[in-house]
């Protein structure tokens, strides 16, 4: 369902520039975006510009989805896979403003989905394009501070080192314990942080049908993933990489094989797991899946003729 | 070089030919020549700002010379000049066939990981992808190195000076490098720290052959460890020779000197 953006009374006064961003900056980011889709996984260098969130919040994904966004495109934007969160409402409204498209939480119908943190339940398809908000895009850099160095690392493959802090993880834990921003390889080639998606997410980018745009706002790089492109999660040979799984259900629509968050309820210690995705969620529920801690709906109108005495 | 009958001299693994460099006008080093072959070592002393590091850095292919050639005897290019190799090329041969160890641990170690994934690290650079395997390995090499291996998963920052002096010399040769180079290993430590790291390093460098070249203003370190010694003064040599033969029938004054100021007990 997408809520269509009703014409503006003050159009012809209006300021700003279409999408926010000048034609020269969408310009310069356009060409990063290309190199990145050419060279699967490297990190382009792009004039990263300041935008009027700060850092943290999103710049990165805001400035790619700026450059690829046109007044046919469906937006959709999540942040920990829920529509319905602070960041991921304003910078939904930030684009329905200045670049005047429609928005939808509905994942098949989106066009454009901004994401932070997930990638959506259901499968993406060709003409897609997620676009990942990147804090850190260098893998290597929790194990080697220096630029130069990773650079080099990049460029003559040298990967061994990532392998260092996997090994750390079976040694301390008995197993690779990390969950989010796990490390993959892309086209055998580059190494790449995935942002910090949960490794549950990882093996969704393998062949994915949809374009996959990567943006880190405060580091100034772009990377891609291009459709159909093989992606491989890093692994020991006798560790293998698997992701996360839960004993529990979806409290409220009984998912098995969704990414579900734990919701603290009382200082009792009580608590329900729910798919991070709300609308993979909601979609269920509306089909008639039923978890067990789903309540009856709310009947708004019947609260309303009927005040509280 | 006459050939002695029924002796063949080994080819050189590493030759050095009229290595010079320059800091701008300031001297490094000056048109230093030699050889080395497999599983000699090779002590270079002198005073403090002679030019031992500056040589050291250049012959590992961390500093490239003003002029001058460093020719290595890879495996995979036979013998080739070192700074003739492509960066990628020069790279994978340091990891693979060579060893570094600093004079502070601190320079040699990733402080941030356990002592027993930085043992296991050069594996990983080389391919090693079985969890089982590295570990094993490197419990053996902590063992060899006599650490307790119950601490294989404590940080760096958790050993003691001389411990983590250990960890460093099993991180540079768990993968079977060819040649070591050593900058002061034992500078820094108290005496009889020095005295069991170096006993350890003199079993080590003869049960594996391995060829060093070690850097030291210490003549004991150098009478202990050293095969042939190359005496540098101001970035020159000034006099090479047998360890037993420089060390007590110094020819030049400057090792006289040198020699005759080792404090005595």
Not at chain 2, 57 to 64: E, P, R
């Amino acid at each position: 369902m997408s809520t269509p953006v009703p014409a503006r009374a003050n159009a012809p006064e209006r300021y700003y520039n279409y999408a926010y961003l000048d034609e020269q900056t969408k310009r310069m980011i356009r060409r990063s975006i290309l190199k990145a889709l050419a060279i699967p996984g490297y990190q382009v260098p792009f004039g990263s510009r300041e935008m009027p969130v700060p850092y943290g919040w999103g710049t990165g994904g805001i400035q790619l989805t700026a450059a690829i966004i046109g007044p046919d495109d469906v937006y959709k934007c999540i942040d920990q896979g829920a529509d319905d969160t602070t960041n991921a409402v304003s910078i939904r409204r930030f684009f329905a403003n200045v670049a005047d498209v429609a928005t939808t939480e509905d994942t098949g119908e989106a066009t454009i989905i901004q994401t932070r943190h997930r990638i959506p339940e259901k499968p993406l398809k060709q003409g897609q394009v997620l676009v990942y908000q990147v804090p850190q895009p260098e893998p290597l850099r929790g194990l080697e501070a220096r630029e130069t160095e990773t650079r080099a690392m990049h460029a003559y493959e040298e990967y061994g080192l990532q392998y260092v802090s996997l090994y750390e993880n079976v040694s301390t834990y008995g197993r690779i314990a990390a969950t989010a921003g796990y490390p993959v390889m892309v086209e055998e080639r580059y190494l790449m942080s995935p942002s910090p998606i949960p490794k549950f997410d990882n093996p969704k980018m393998a062949q994915n049908e949809a374009v996959m745009l990567f943006g880190a706002g405060r580091e100034k790089r772009i990377y891609a993933v291009p459709p159909f492109t093989r992606v491989r999660s890093l692994d020991f040979e006798d560790y293998p990489f698997e992701t996360q799984t839960w004993e529990e259900t979806c409290a409220l629509c009984g998912a098995k094989d969704s990414y579900l968050d734990e919701v603290i309820l009382d200082d009792a210690g009580d608590k329900m797991f729910v798919c991070s995705d709300s609308h993979h969620c909601a979609e269920r529920r509306e089909a008639g899946h039923v978890g067990p801690m789903a309540g009856h709906t709310l009947d708004q109108d019947a609260a309303l003729k009927e005040p509280a005495q | 070089m006459n050939a002695i009958p029924g002796r063949i001299a080994p080819a050189p693994l590493l030759s050095v030919e009229g290595l010079t460099k320059w800091y701008g006008h300031v001297l490094g080093c000056r048109d230093v020549a030699f050889d080395l072959r497999p599983g000699e070592v090779l002590g270079i002393v002198g005073e403090s700002g002679s030019g031992k590091t500056t040589l050291l850095n250049c012959i590992s292919g961390k500093l490239t010379p003003t002029s001058g050639e460093v020719r290595f005897d890879t495996r995979r290019f036979g013998l080739t000049d070192i700074y003739g190799l492509s960066e990628p090329d020069r790279r994978r041969m340091q990891r693979e066939e060579w060893g570094f160890v600093h004079q502070n641990p601190r320079d040699g170690l990733r402080m941030r990981v356990s002592g027993g994934a930085n043992v296991a690290e050069p594996l990983m650079n080389l391919g090693g992808r079985h969890y089982g395997n590295m570990r094993q390995a490197t419990i053996d090499w902590l063992d060899r190195v006599e650490l307790d291996t119950r601490r294989i998963d404590d940080k760096p920052r958790n050993f003691s000076g001389g411990m983590q002096q250990r960890i460093q010399v099993a991180r540079n040769l768990i993968h079977g490098p060819r040649l070591v180079f050593m900058d002061e290993p034992t500078g820094g430590l108290d005496v009889s720290v020095q005295a069991r790291l170096l006993d350890l390093l003199r079993e080590l460098v003869r049960d594996l052959g391995l060829a060093v070249i070690i850097v030291t203003h210490d003549m004991a370190v150098a009478r202990l460890m050293a095969d042939r010694l190359m005496v540098m003064k101001g970035g020159e040599v000034v006099e090479t020779g047998l360890t037993d033969q420089v060390l007590d029938d110094p020819q030049h004054p400057y090792t006289q000197l040198l020699v005759s100021s080792v404090l005595q007990i």
